[in-house]
């Protein structure tokens, strides 16, 4: 049963910085692609970033890029995500997904494995 489960959210100050984590559970982790996405009250789920299996490469929506890193540490079988100078429009529920795609996808439908999420609260 594969299972995924993120840590490390909270209610942070504008600006603040926090990183979010993913462990995994019940999969090869290092033949699976790992994606964050995030979904805001009233808005539809939208991709923030994804990483390889090997992490040779990553993919970031417009909105985080030199903002987000994402990383991955299969030793460890869990993927982070470190997010810095906070805005209020970045509070949402973050959710990491697995894909047996290859590369980075960015798209909801190439993923097979969603955990619960961790609610992201940025205050101005």
């Known amino acids: 049963q594969v299972q995924l489960v993120e840590s490390g959210g909270g209610l942070v100050q504008a600006g603040d910085s926090l990183r979010l984590a993913c462990a995994a559970s019940?999969?090869?982790?290092?033949?699976?692609?790992m994606g964050w996405f995030r979904q805001a009250p009233g808005k539809e789920r939208e991709f923030v970033a994804a990483?390889?299996?090997?992490?040779?490469?990553?993919s970031y929506a417009d909105s985080v890029k030199d903002q987000f890193t994402i990383s991955r540490d299969n030793a460890r079988n869990t993927v982070y995500l470190q997010m810095n100078s906070l805005k209020p429009e970045d509070t949402a529920v973050y959710s990491c997904?697995?894909?047996?795609?290859?590369?980075?996808?960015?798209?909801?439908?190439?993923?097979?494995?969603w955990g619960r999420g961790t609610q992201v609260t940025v205050s101005s």
């Open positions: 990483i390889s299996p090997r992490a040779s490469s990553t």
């Open positions: 019940g999969l090869a982790f290092n033949n699976y692609a």
């Open positions: 997904a697995a894909s047996i795609q290859s590369g980075s996808p960015v798209r909801p439908s190439s993923y097979g494995h």
